[in-house]
């Protein structure tokens, strides 16, 4: 990652007994107390490893779900240190707070190499607050915990919080690994990308990702669309979806995108074949999954995930691509009997020989959740909605922040 090693964390000098706070993302799902899927957790541990092995006081400042601004026990991050701990192979101490007592004698309590995990920092209202004085207030609370600050959780960085942004204008700064990586892959998504260039959208809502559609449009050379959004897609087709997800306000700008793409030379492929169901699978009652074609979906149909054929085709656009972005699972993959569409281009991607980019929370689950060997792709980003703005074309306050 040529283009930051200036910035990395060798730019901070010396770190030998320096209290360090890095910004990791430990965002993670968890079924009580139990971790469901811990790939935040180790994504972040080569850059807090590296910041202990050079003798730094590591102070790890991270959120868990949308806490209302105040302490939630729901969404506190201590099954989460202790994973982290595990996955360093010692065990970090954690402070019950963020800013108050428990953290200022927690991080006095560390030695050289030691590394600690504030409680979830979305329980104070600082954090991401709209008001930059308050948010600023919270981060020179956050400041006083340390000498220095890394910025390494990327699902973050296209927010403009305390933790993230603001405290970046009070300490001296870097990069952490992880950001670096990811900042380096999406530029290789953009800056002359090699061809062909296929980009794979799926996820449930075509309102999300329409920016970078929009954007994907002058840059890819296939766009291959599945998910919940591709309801929308056949809609604007003049086909009927059933009870399919729907977004009717956006059948009009899926139109002009179908247009566009004629236009420009992007070639638009939406699935031949659907798998429908009546009912959105839900816990009591066995999946009854059908497959239909896609201009022929039947009135009481829900559809679920892409087709056989579909997949197929899929794959076969896939296999000779040198660059693949993929964001939005093709189905409800978390239900076995609709994760065929989401395995069929999984498994194309392991087997492409370019550059491959998952992007997204639920695809690199699906991804995991599926069984596939996560270093059979190129990379697995951990930012859905940062890597998405950073391909809409949108400044990242999280990065700019680093680089002024
Ligand atoms: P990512 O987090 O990878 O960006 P999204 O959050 O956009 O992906 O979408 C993931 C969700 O989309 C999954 O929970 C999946 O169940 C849902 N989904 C996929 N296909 C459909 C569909 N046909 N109908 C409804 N939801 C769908
Ligand atoms: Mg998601």
Redesign the pocket.
Known sequence: MPEHQNSGIDSLGNLKGKRVLVRSDLNVPLDGSTITDDGRVRASVPTIRALADAGARVVVVAHLGRPKGEPDPAYSLGPVAERLGELLGSPVAFATDTVGESATETVEGLEDGQVAVLENVRFNPGETSKEDEIRMAFASELAKLADAFVSDGFGVVHRKQASVYDIAQLLPHAMGQLVATEIDVLRRLTVDPERPYVVVL????VS??LGVIDNLLTKADKLLI??????TFLAAQGHEVGN??LEEDQVQVCRDYLERAGETGVEIVLPSD?VVDTE?PSGDREPQPRVVAASEIPSDG????IGPESGAAFAAELADARTVFW?????????DA?AEG?RAVADALTRASGLTV?????????VRKLGFDESAFGHISTG??AS?EYLEGKELPGIAVLER
């Open positions: 799926g996820g449930s809502k999300d990702k599945g998910g919940g959004m591709v309801f399919s997800l659907v959105f829900l559809g679920l995930d964001n939005g699972p093709m189905g409800v993959f978390e239900v609709f989401t998952v992007g997204g929370g639920d695809s690199a689950a699906a859905g909605g998405l």
